[in-house]
C-alpha cells in the first residue's frame, strides 16, 4: 500500500519574523479582535480519512469569519498521492426554523437586506427567509429558539428536528441545523424584527403556505434553507396531502 510522500507531520504554528525577531499574528499566538487565537490548528489534527493528511494551515483572514489555506497530501482513487491546496470560509455552524400554523395555513418567515446576493444579480438584495442564525456556542436547538423570538416574535414551543446540511461543501465550512415548530397567534410576543443593537432591520411576513411555494416556483423566494424547508414541509412536513 502506497503512502503519502511526508507520512510524519509535524505542526508548526506560522509566524512572521522582522530584524527584531518574531512578529506576533492576531489571531495565532496573541488575540484577534474577537479575542481568538490558534486559528491557524484548525485542522491539523483530522485524522478520521486515512486518505487524507493536513500538512500546513495558514490564516488567510480573520474578520467577523475566518478564511484559511489548507495544504493537503489526499489520495487519489487509482492509489496515487496529490498534493492539494484548499481554501475554506469558516463562519461557524448554524441553525434554521420553518415556523408554521396548520390550522390556518401559514407560514410565517423573514425579509431583509442581504448584500451578498445584491452584488450576485439580485434586483433589490431583500432576501425572503426562514428564522436562523449562528450557533454562537450554544446548542443548536437553543440558538435557533433564539433567534426565532428575535426575529420572528414568537416562543415556540416543541421544535421538530428535520435534519443537518452542509450548505456550501465546495468552500464554507458551516454545517447548518434544520427545524420546524407551529406557533399559534398567541405566541408571538414580540413584534419582532431582530436586534436593534446589532444593526438587524427584519421585517415579519406572515404568508399563507401555498403562496409561498408558488413564490419559489417564480423566484420571488430563492434562499436555499427557506425553499428546502418549504419543500419538507410540504412532501413530508405539516403540509404534506
Known amino acids: 500500500m502506497?503512502?503519502?510522500?511526508?507520512?510524519?507531520?509535524?505542526?508548526?504554528?506560522?509566524?512572521?519574523?522582522?530584524?527584531?525577531?518574531?512578529?506576533?499574528?492576531?489571531g495565532i499566538d496573541v488575540p484577534d479582535h474577537r479575542g481568538r487565537t490558534g486559528l491557524d490548528r484548525v485542522?491539523?489534527?483530522?485524522?478520521?480519512?486515512p486518505d487524507v493528511v493536513v500538512k500546513d494551515v495558514e490564516l488567510?483572514?480573520?474578520?467577523?469569519?475566518?478564511?484559511?489555506?489548507?495544504?493537503?497530501?489526499?489520495?487519489?482513487s487509482d492509489g496515487e498521492w496529490v498534493t492539494e491546496q484548499r481554501e475554506t470560509y469558516d463562519r461557524g455552524n448554524g441553525a434554521t426554523m420553518?415556523?408554521?400554523?396548520?390550522?390556518?395555513?401559514?407560514?410565517?418567515?423573514?425579509q431583509q437586506f442581504r448584500y451578498p446576493v445584491y452584488v450576485?444579480?439580485?434586483?433589490d438584495g431583500l432576501l425572503i427567509e426562514a428564522a436562523a442564525g449562528l450557533l454562537d456556542d450554544d446548542a443548536p436547538e437553543v440558538a435557533v429558539r433564539r433567534e426565532v423570538e428575535e426575529e420572528l416574535g414568537v416562543a415556540v414551543g416543541e421544535v421538530q428536528h428535520v435534519f443537518d446540511v452542509f450548505m456550501s461543501p465546495g468552500s464554507v465550512t458551516e454545517r447548518l441545523h434544520f427545524f420546524a415548530a407551529p406557533?399559534?397567534?398567541?405566541?408571538?410576543?414580540?413584534?419582532?424584527?431582530?436586534l436593534e443593537e446589532e444593526?438587524?432591520?427584519?421585517?415579519?411576513?406572515?404568508?399563507?403556505?401555498?403562496?409561498?411555494?408558488?413564490?419559489?416556483d417564480d423566484g420571488r423566494i430563492a434562499d436555499a434553507?427557506?425553499?428546502?424547508?418549504?419543500?419538507?414541509?410540504?412532501?413530508?412536513g405539516p403540509f404534506r396531502s
Open 183 to 194: 406557533y399559534r397567534p398567541h405566541d408571538r410576543t414580540t413584534a419582532g424584527g431582530g
Open 43 to 49: 485542522g491539523r489534527d483530522l485524522d478520521g480519512n
Open 120 to 123: 450576485n444579480g439580485h434586483p
Open 225 to 236: 434553507k427557506t425553499i428546502m424547508l418549504l419543500q419538507w414541509a410540504a412532501l413530508r
Open 98 to 110: 420553518l415556523v408554521y400554523d396548520v390550522e390556518r395555513g401559514t407560514v410565517l418567515l423573514t
Open 2 to 26: 502506497p503512502f503519502p510522500p511526508h507520512a510524519a507531520v509535524t505542526h508548526e504554528v506560522s509566524s512572521l519574523t522582522s530584524d527584531d525577531g518574531p512578529v506576533s499574528v492576531p
Open 60 to 76: 488567510l483572514a480573520s474578520g467577523w469569519h475566518v478564511l484559511r489555506r489548507t495544504t493537503l497530501e489526499r489520495r487519489r
Open 199 to 216: 444593526g438587524e432591520d427584519i421585517e415579519v411576513l406572515e404568508l399563507p403556505f401555498d403562496e409561498a411555494l408558488a413564490m419559489i
